[in-house]
């Protein structure tokens, strides 16, 4: 018996979406019927660009009925009509976010954190992310988090967590045994040797 949602995976874009072939892999991916989130992280793109490219990855996520969630951005969010938006602690802060997205989904990085999370439960995150669990090659590993600090933030605070930081087929059924809400993965999909990004995704089963 599963003890965790069927749709667990949050997935995170890969850092660059260059060829048209990513839209037919995130399609199938999608279809899975595992992925509850689809987060659009593209650092180093224009702003026309990541338009066009949200506008497109938001019509496969209805499609998929997934949710967008938009990188850092909540003015993007709006301007494609996402599904919500995603905050560091150095990006918006959350009551001038929730100003602009209004009843949109927003989720806040609580890095490993207690006092952040509580922060982020008062002020009206739908979701916290908490990371990194493990080592991760997608960005530099500033915060380590631990299963102590998810276990205490899932007893507190009636609030979804996502851990997120190195997940892939080995490791994570700890963290949901651990009750993390959803899991956040990238490389494991987008940049891994071993497997397609489909047959990636059926690993986690």
């Given at each position: 018996?599963?003890?965790?949602?069927?749709?667990?995976?949050?997935?995170?874009?890969?850092?660059?979406?260059?060829?048209?072939?990513?839209?037919?892999?995130?399609?199938?991916?999608?279809?899975?019927?595992?992925i509850k989130f689809f987060q659009l992280r593209l650092k180093r793109e224009s702003?026309?660009?990541?338009?066009?490219?949200?506008?497109?990855?938001?019509?496969?996520?209805?499609?998929?009925?997934?949710?967008?969630?938009?990188?850092?951005?909540?003015?993007?969010?709006?301007?494609?009509?996402?599904?919500?938006?995603?905050?560091?602690?150095?990006?918006?802060?959350?009551?001038?976010?929730?100003?602009?997205?209004?009843?949109?989904?927003?989720?806040?990085?609580?890095?490993?954190?207690?006092?952040?999370?509580?922060?982020?439960?008062?002020?009206?995150?739908?979701?916290?992310?908490?990371?990194?669990?493990?080592?991760?090659?997608?960005?530099?590993?500033?915060?380590?988090?631990?299963?102590?600090?998810?276990?205490?933030?899932?007893?507190?605070?009636?609030?979804?967590?996502?851990?997120?930081?190195?997940?892939?087929?080995?490791?994570?059924?700890?963290?949901?045994?651990?009750?993390?809400?959803?899991?956040?993965?990238?490389?494991?999909?987008?940049?891994?040797?071993?497997?397609?990004?489909?047959?990636?995704?059926?690993?986690?089963?």
């Amino acid at each position: 018996m599963k003890i965790y949602n069927k749709k667990f995976i949050y997935l995170i874009s890969p850092n660059k979406i260059r060829s048209k072939s990513f839209y037919n892999s995130l399609n199938l991916v999608l279809s899975s019927k595992k992925i509850k989130f689809f987060q659009l992280r593209l650092k180093r793109e224009s702003i026309k660009n990541k338009i066009i490219i949200a506008k497109k990855i938001l019509k496969i996520c209805i499609k998929n009925k997934v949710k967008l969630i938009i990188n850092d951005n909540p003015y993007l969010t709006l301007k494609v009509n996402a599904h919500g938006c995603h905050l560091g602690q150095k990006d918006t802060n959350i009551i001038d976010a929730r100003k602009i997205l209004k009843n949109k989904i927003i989720g806040v990085t609580c890095h490993n954190s207690i006092s952040l999370a509580k922060k982020a439960y008062v002020n009206g995150a739908n979701y916290i992310a908490l990371g990194a669990f493990y080592k991760t090659k997608t960005k530099k590993v500033t915060h380590k988090a631990s299963l102590k600090t998810l276990n205490k933030i899932k007893k507190s605070l009636n609030l979804p967590v996502v851990a997120i930081g190195g997940v892939n087929e080995k490791n994570y059924k700890k963290l949901l045994l651990n009750k993390a809400d959803f899991l956040a993965i990238s490389s494991y999909v987008w940049n891994n040797k071993k497997f397609k990004p489909l047959q990636a995704i059926k690993n986690l089963i």
